[in-house]
Each structure stands twice: as C-alpha cells, then as structure tokens.
C-alpha cells in the first residue's frame, strides 16, 4: 500500500505561480510511475503531468509552464505551476502506480486562480 498527500494548493492570482507537493509513504519500493491529474467542475479529469524513470510527460494545456519532478529521496513529486489562467483552476490529484499497474491517488489539493 501507498499513501500520498498533497499540499501548496490556494487561491493565486492569473499569471502567479504555486508549487504542489505530494509526499508518499508506504511500498515505494514498487512505484515507478508518479504524476498529476486535475479535475474541474463539469470537466473530465485530465492528466496534466508524469515522471517515468526519470523522463517527464505533459499534457499540451501545461507544457511549458509546469514543470514536475521528484525529490531526491523519490518519496516527494513536485508540480511547479508558472503562468497560472484562470482555467487550471481545479482540484490537483497525485497518484503513482506500482505493480500490476495497482494506482494510488491523494485526497486533492485545490487550486483557484482568479482576479
């Protein structure tokens, strides 16, 4: 079992910038795929960002301005968010997968971005 919990999220102003932690404890020895989806009111949820062995994916919506990545003890994934609009607002998910493809999701961290 894994247990993620994400923080940093809040209420930012358009062109602002957040960083999202997400801090995993648990069976991380089997984890080898981390990332971020996000989820809006009336939208589907959307991958925004991942880390497999080292190399990072984006969705087009954020490419360029996000940017992810893993502490140095592997148990802490980061999403620096840079040039924030207003249609990011959402609630940020962390998951990680493990083995069979077993998936692990955070409980969410809100992020606004308004005027």
């Known amino acids: 079992q894994v247990q993620l919990v994400e923080s940093g999220g809040g209420l930012v102003q358009p062109g602002g910038s957040l960083r999202l932690s997400c801090a995993a404890s648990?069976?991380?020895?089997?984890?080898?795929?981390m990332g971020w989806y996000r989820q809006a009111p009336g939208k589907e949820r959307e991958s925004v960002a991942s880390?497999?062995?080292?190399?990072?994916y984006y969705s087009t919506s954020v490419k360029g301005r996000f940017a992810i990545s893993r502490g140095n003890a592997k148990n802490t994934v980061y999403l620096q968010m840079n040039s924030l609009k207003p249609e990011d607002t959402a609630v940020y998910l962390c998951y990680a997968v493990g083995h069979l493809g077993a998936t692990y999701w955070g409980q969410g961290t809100q992020v606004t971005v308004s005027s």
């Open positions: 648990g069976s991380m020895f089997s984890i080898n795929v």
């Open positions: 880390i497999i062995s080292g190399s990072t």
